[in-house]
């Protein structure tokens, strides 16, 4: 029997592509571009998206909107509570109505959100994003990135919304837990890293949100990003291009904010001429839900979805998501000379490229690739689980070594902990806000935990068994009553130790204090928590102040009071266990700030990458911008010295490399792990520079007493810039560095110089990353792999 040629698999795939293409009506071409959300009714609770309501009425039913064929199924596991078994059902239904309807029985591709492992139900919630920057371990967040698309391959979904590569600019946005932190160049390395460790598993990782959709005016969700040209490259940009070029993404997502009045989704230059042209994309660019509509509808530039949608596609977005609601227009735009044939059929090309390499198009496609049972929460991930939060959770200060507070072996710790907090009695708090718990049992009224996630009540008490642990939560998260603390009070007076756990709970659109449209006026805990706090740390009760959070919080009126501050960036499902262990000494604490912890509630928003007159204040301004705790800082139980700071050369060319090393040594007793850092600072610029920003890190395991060697491979182009022509430079000059535990660690300073003529860096051409090599002091010139 002869098959189509698309779906032979001896042909090659475009062969297969364009076999297909030409016997595409142009409804069936428009179809392939489309999308459809089978959901269920939320009755009067907030939507999935923003303004999903508005999208509800006058929907097609499913039966009917596939009658052409569909691109994309848009979270068919995402959206209610399914078992895996009874998700997989579904889903074959699902692709068969797909498959049957259309004319060319083309199968759609399946996405799902996966920021925090598969938002599916029962499926492992892994830290969120901002506590992946604190672990600083990219092969960690590949290991973890491969394992969440495993999964996902198995239950039959094809492509991840992950990872955001938003720079935070402003802690006041919700989102920020999502995000991996303030600094490009981290974001970069830990996102490249997820994109390959998801693709590895036949997964299309999406970069999102393309792109400043972090800088977006007073932190405001999608409010307008106001940032020049020199501020987008060499911030915002910097993390894409990484991904893109290094991991070979597979998918982009633009952002909803608009760049100075153009909205990413009907940027040419954005989405084709830099995305594509200048950075090799080959993948598809798909719409934030109903940004394609918001063209018309908030960001009025256009009258119709039928402008929106010619506008979009011209600009380079591929797909519609999370419905079709403009596209369908298309057929009609071009029968009537509004759009060219070949910018449709470019787009279909590119949607049935990735359909035939997913497999979508083989005889023998089968909706869900196993028919056994799945679990989707298996004791090696939830280890993975618990592995990544001990690497994330980050000791902020330890005024007089309190902790560990059984710092040895055979040691009992405190006989008596008062834990006290929202966060030490709402198991919820651990988990971001596109986890399942947190995205959608939230709004249903059995809204348990999709997984189990224990308490951290549960977690102190197995911890510290010879202890009696008395628990009151004393306020909630967002309700200013204050009734609650006077228990909370009594309870920390007759206590030996206070464990106050404040903080966090994710949500949307308002429905939480971080996440999603959950921005925030003041960097004040919210809620009655500061009360808390204040309240037992009058006690004169040695206090432990644990954050459990999605943003940075002003902690300035606590430091020096508190005899410890423990920072946990929302760990997942197992950071109960985390943070335990890190209070009695069993986790060596390892997690170091991807963002900076402000000292007041306001006088933000302000990043450690800030130049001069944003850093200092003397004789300027009544506000100090440095924050309490900087960018990269975190303590160990371990001690680690730095020494022998040297250079290959006191100058290179101006495309040359330098060799910037340093020795490191474990000079405790105990075994830890050290992140080194590398900052540079350029003196004199032909622009305005940040005041120093990080060009490399390592995270080095050390046996006590162990040394070793650490030299970074900086090229010429790591010192680039966008220069007054808006071009990438490489300037001569002196370059001054910091080799040291953070970005205001002075230990080890020195410098070197760049000669020759300033040179122009190719577009889409220059080098992005430090190589770093590791190697014990007795055994120099071994090689490690780079971080």
């Not at 405190?414 to 009695?425: K, R």
């Not at 659109?509 to 009360?531: K, R, Y």
Request: aromatic content about 6%; hydrophobic content about 40%; some cysteine.
């Amino acid at each position: 029997m002869t098959i189509p040629v698309w779906n032979d698999r001896g042909c090659s795939t475009e062969q297969r592509v364009e076999a297909l293409l030409a016997e595409l009506t142009l409804e069936e071409k428009a179809a392939q571009l489309g999308s459809y959300w089978k959901r269920p009714s939320l009755g009067d609770a907030e939507g999935f998206a923003p303004m999903q309501s508005t999208f509800e009425q006058g929907r097609d039913p499913f039966e009917a909107a596939v009658q052409h064929g569909l691109g994309h199924l848009t979270r068919p596991y995402g959206s209610a509570p399914l078992g895996p078994e009874e998700g997989a059902a579904n889903l074959r239904q699902l692709q068969q109505t797909v498959v049957a309807s259309a004319p060319h029985g083309i199968p759609a591709l399946v996405h799902e959100e996966c920021l925090t492992g598969i938002m599916a139900h029962g499926a492992t919630t892994y830290p969120a994003a901002i506590a992946w920057g604190a672990s600083f371990d990219p092969a960690l967040i590949g290991e973890m990135a491969q394992r969440i698309g495993t999964d996902m391959r198995a239950i039959g979904s094809h492509m991840g919304l992950s990872p955001v590569l938003d720079v935070v600019r402003d802690y006041r946005w919700g989102r920020i837990e999502e995000t991996m932190g303030e600094d490009p160049y981290l974001t970069g390395m830990l996102a490249t890293e997820y994109v390959r460790g998801l693709q590895s598993a036949g997964v299309i990782a999406t970069l999102k949100h393309f792109a400043g959709h972090a800088a977006s005016r007073a932190g405001r969700n999608h409010a307008p990003v106001s940032i020049g040209m020199r501020e987008l490259h060499d911030i915002d940009l910097v993390p894409f291009e990484m991904a893109v070029r290094h991991g070979e993404v597979g998918a982009v997502m633009n952002s909803y904010a608009d760049l100075d009045g153009t909205p990413p989704a009907a940027s040419r230059w954005l989405l084709t001429e830099l995305l594509r042209e200048t950075w090799g994309f080959e993948g598809t660019v798909v719409a934030d839900y109903w940004a394609v509509s918001f063209l018309q509808s908030m960001h009025r530039v256009v009258e119709s979805d039928r402008e929106a949608a010619v506008a979009s596609l011209r600009a380079g977005l591929d797909v519609e998501l999370p419905e079709t609601t403009a596209f369908p227009h298309l057929p009609d735009a071009v029968r009537d000379g509004d759009l060219e044939p070949d910018v449709l059929d470019e787009a279909v090309r590119r949607i049935l490229r990735q359909k035939v390499e997913l497999g979508l198009l083989d005889p023998d496609f089968d909706p869900a690739t196993t028919g056994e049972a799945i679990d989707l929460d298996p004791a090696d991930s939830r280890a993975l689980a618990r592995k990544m939060a001990e690497e994330s959770i980050i000791l902020l200060d330890n005024q007089e070594g309190l902790l560990p507070l059984a710092a040895e072996a055979d040691a009992q710790g405190p006989a008596s902990i008062a834990l006290i907090g929202p966060a030490a009695v709402q198991p919820r708090s651990f988990l971001g806000c596109y986890s399942f718990t947190n995205h959608v049992l939230s709004r249903l009224e059995d809204n348990g935990t999709s997984v189990r996630v224990p308490t951290l009540t549960e977690a102190l008490t197995a911890e510290f068994p010879a202890a009696t642990v008395s628990t009151v939560g004393g306020t909630d998260f967002v309700d200013p009553d204050v009734s609650g603390i006077a228990e909370a009070v009594a309870a920390a007076q007759a206590a030996e130790l206070a464990v106050v756990a404040v903080g966090d709970i994710a949500g949307l659109f308002g429905a939480g204090t971080s996440g999603e449209g959950c921005d925030v006026e003041s960097l004040q805990l919210p809620g009655a928590q500061h009360e808390l706090v204040e309240a037992v740390l009058a006690t004169g009760t040695p206090v432990v102040l644990v954050l459990v959070t999605g943003r940075p919080y002003s902690l300035g009126a606590y430091a020096g009071r508190a005899r410890a501050i423990v920072q946990a960036f929302m760990p997942g499902e197992e950071g109960a266990s985390a943070i335990a262990g890190v209070l009695s000494g069993r986790v060596n604490p390892s997690g170091r700030l991807p963002i900076g912890i402000p000292n007041g509630v306001g006088g933000q928003p302000g990043t450690y990458l800030a130049p001069v007159l944003a850093w200092v204040s003397d004789g300027i301004s009544n506000l100090d911008p440095k924050p309490l705790f900087p960018f990269g800082h975190g303590l160990s139980y371990s001690r680690f010295e730095y020494s022998e700071l040297d250079f290959s050369a006191s100058q290179i060319e101006n495309d040359g490399t330098v060799e910037i090393s340093a020795t490191v040594t474990n000079t405790s007793d105990r075994d830890g792990r050290e992140v080194v850092q590398l900052y540079l600072s350029d003196p004199v610029a032909s622009v305005v520079r940040p005041l120093k920003r990080l060009v490399g890190f390592a995270k080095v395991g050390l046996a006590a007493g162990e040394s070793t060697r650490v030299t970074f491979h900086l090229h010429a182009d790591r010192t680039s810039f966008t220069g007054p022509d808006l071009q990438r430079i490489v300037e001569p000059g002196e370059f001054r560095v910091r080799l040291g535990a953070s970005s205001e660690d002075v230990t080890l300073e020195g410098s070197f110089r760049i000669v020759g003529a300033v040179r122009t860096v190719p577009a889409g051409r220059g080098v992005l990353d430090t190589p770093v090599s590791i190697s014990p002091v007795a055994l120099q010139g071994e090689s490690a792999a780079a971080v």
